[in-house]
């Protein structure tokens, strides 16, 4: 099946700076790919689609000052936590739909998650 | 928005015993995802199901869509201890429900 590749899968920053993740569908084309966020034993929880090629859309309650999302193409959509804080620290996770033929779009592929820890 | 309700929260159950796992949509279900998930770690697609009255089965798992009823039930019959972890539906819009924790003793 299609691939999500998400890096790093862990990192650890200081408070104040920014940390930046990437997700990448590794042999489809995305248009589109979600963020989500994750506590201990909670679900996933949507924070923004993002879209290639145009402005993401933010769920209800996520900044988007603080969570900024580029889709600059087809295979690669970044999350960047900016001036992170310690309650920033989650369990972060993407995913993509596979558009192309003989997909029809219906299955959607995860990458493996950054755990985020700030310091 | 779609709210997804599963229940149980979360489940025991004895090696070799069946168990159940419900979703329930607050909206009509244009196709709802099941998914396995170890906390920390990526998801496991199970399946998709996009019809009212749609069956799949994939080994010892079965899930199946009640359109009416803006339900969907996900069965493991003979549970392992492979089949620990936390099951996930999610909406046509891969927005989630709060998870099913199953816990499989030996």
């Known amino acids: 099946g299609a691939v999500v590749s998400q890096h790093p899968s862990r990192v650890i920053c200081k408070s104040g700076t920014s940390v930046k993740i990437e997700c990448r569908s590794l042999?489809?084309?995305?248009?589109?790919m979600f963020w989500y966020r994750q506590f201990p034993k909670q679900s996933l929880m949507l924070m923004a689609t993002s879209n290639e090629g145009s402005k993401a859309t933010y769920e209800q309650g996520v900044e988007k000052d603080k969570f900024l999302i580029n889709h600059a193409s087809l295979t690669l959509s970044t999350l960047t936590v900016t001036s992170a804080h310690p309650e920033d620290s989650s369990f972060y996770i993407c995913s993509a739909r596979d558009w192309g033929v003989g997909s029809g779009g219906t299955e959607a592929f995860f990458g493996q998650g950054t755990r985020l820890t700030v310091v | 928005s779609q709210e997804l309700e599963q229940s149980p929260q979360s489940l025991i159950v004895q090696e070799g015993k069946n168990l159940t796992i419900n979703c329930t949509s607050s909206k009509t279900l244009y196709g709802l995802y099941w998914y396995k998930q170890k906390y920390g770690e990526g998801l496991i697609f199970l399946m998709m199901?996009?019809?009212?009255?749609e069956e799949k089965s994939h080994e010892k798992i079965t899930a199946k869509l009640d359109e009416k009823k803006q339900q969907s039930s996900l069965h493991i019959t003979a549970s392992q201890p492979s089949h620990a972890g936390i099951y996930l539906c999610?909406?046509?819009?891969?927005?989630f429900g709060a998870g099913t924790t199953v816990t499989v003793r030996a």
């Open positions: 999610g909406g046509y819009k891969l927005s």
């Open positions: 042999d489809f084309q995305a248009t589109t």
């Open positions: 199901l996009q019809k009212g009255g």
